[in-house]
């Protein structure tokens, strides 16, 4: 199961769009966070058309943490090269993926697209080749791009054999716990450089996609060294 989400979307007409392609591909869930322009959009409905369900079934967060939290698979659709050690697909690579429980296509901004820290909490980044003489290519036809190929390989798609990749709710419990031993024993010896250091510890646990009983396993890992270190006579 796929559903698409658009992060801080700017015009209704857009987001009618992608709702527009994602009808034409057999999808119906939208998720927008913080919509520029407020929701709902008449200009969004508009746009629509036949697809005038996807927009008014369309959910609505605060924020991209909020939106993908019940979702075990998640890809960022950027242009953009990004200094991050992820697996970049094309759509076609993308679509063949194993279906593991919930999926999330993240679109970003139509100015600017996705930034890092959105692109952080992707598994995988998918980029759409174009011709490097015309390389811009809008929201729309990003959506239409990916829903297709998505629906392509849909039917042919093999069940996924084995457990499901843990929801990301579970994951970000498990950063914030990491967070939280890392800044105790003063992990981070140069504090300007812990935003970069924290992306890459962030992006390795992405790249494993552990399921939920591993990612227990690893919250009882950071328990037992947290008590282990607590217990420990200093070093004079």
């Not at 967060?61 to 909020?66: F, G, H, R, T």
């Not at 991050?84 to 600017?112: I, V």
Request: glycine share 6%; net charge negative; aromatic share 6%.
């Amino acid at each position: 199961m796929l559903c698409v989400v658009l992060v801080a979307p700017q015009m209704g007409e857009n987001i009618g769009a992608v709702a527009r392609a994602m009808g034409n591909f057999g999808l119906s869930e939208l998720r927008i966070v913080t919509p520029r322009d407020g929701w709902p959009n008449p200009a969004a409905e508009a746009m629509a058309a036949h697809a005038l369900p996807i927009i008014q079934q369309a959910q609505i967060y605060d924020s991209l943490a909020e939106a993908i939290a019940d979702c075990t698979q998640v890809y960022a659709a950027t242009a953009r090269q990004r200094d991050m050690q992820k697996p970049h697909l094309t759509p076609k690579e993308w679509a063949a993926q194993p279906r593991q429980g919930k999926a999330a296509l993240l679109l970003g901004r139509e100015n600017s697209g996705l930034n890092n820290q959105e692109v952080t909490l992707a598994h995988a980044v998918v980029t759409v080749p174009v011709h490097p003489d015309c390389p811009s290519i809008n929201l729309a036809q990003s959506a239409a791009i990916l829903c297709y190929e998505w629906y392509q390989a849909e039917n042919g798609q093999l069940a996924y054999e084995g457990e499901s990749p843990a929801p990301q709710q579970e994951l970000h419990a498990f950063f914030e716990q990491l967070e939280t031993q890392l800044d105790a024993v003063n992990f981070w010896k140069v504090p300007e450089k812990k935003e970069k250091m924290w992306r890459n510890l962030r992006n390795i646990f992405g790249r494993a996609t552990p399921s939920s009983q591993e990612v227990q396993s690893l919250h009882g890992m950071m328990r037992a060294i947290s008590e282990g270190t607590s217990g420990r006579p200093e070093q004079s």
